[in-house]
Nanobody, 118 residues
């Protein structure tokens, strides 16, 4: 079994910054793609950013230039640095990881709330 533990959410004013972290632990040989998704009230969950084990990144258009995803492979941890936050960034942010043990399985974190006030 694998656990993803997220931290770093909170309340921030528009224009501020937050850094999210997500650490994977448990039965892991290798963590492949890691990513962040978000879900605002009444909306579907959407991709924010992903990063491969080799460091290739992909961002949603809405966060490009403001958010930066990074990872530490030795710690099986992914980060999301969020700058210039806007009220529309308010959502529950979920970590996702593609974990290889015997097979590859995608896991989700429990979610962390990010609230941006205007």
């Amino acid at each position: 079994q694998v656990q993803l533990v997220e931290s770093g959410g909170g309340l921030v004013q528009a224009g501020g910054s937050l850094r999210l972290s997500c650490a994977a632990s448990g039965s892991i040989i290798r963590v492949n793609v890691m990513g962040w998704y978000r879900q605002a009230p009444g909306k579907q969950r959407e991709l924010v950013a992903t990063i491969t084990r080799g460091g290739s990144t992909n961002y949603a258009d809405s966060v490009t230039g403001r958010f930066t995803i990074s990872r530490d492979n030795a710690k099986n941890t992914v980060y999301l640095q969020m700058n210039s936050l806007k009220p529309e960034d308010t959502a529950v942010y979920y970590c996702n990881a593609d974990v290889y043990f015997i097979t590859s399985t995608k896991y989700w974190g429990q979610g962390t709330q990010v609230t941006v006030s205007s």
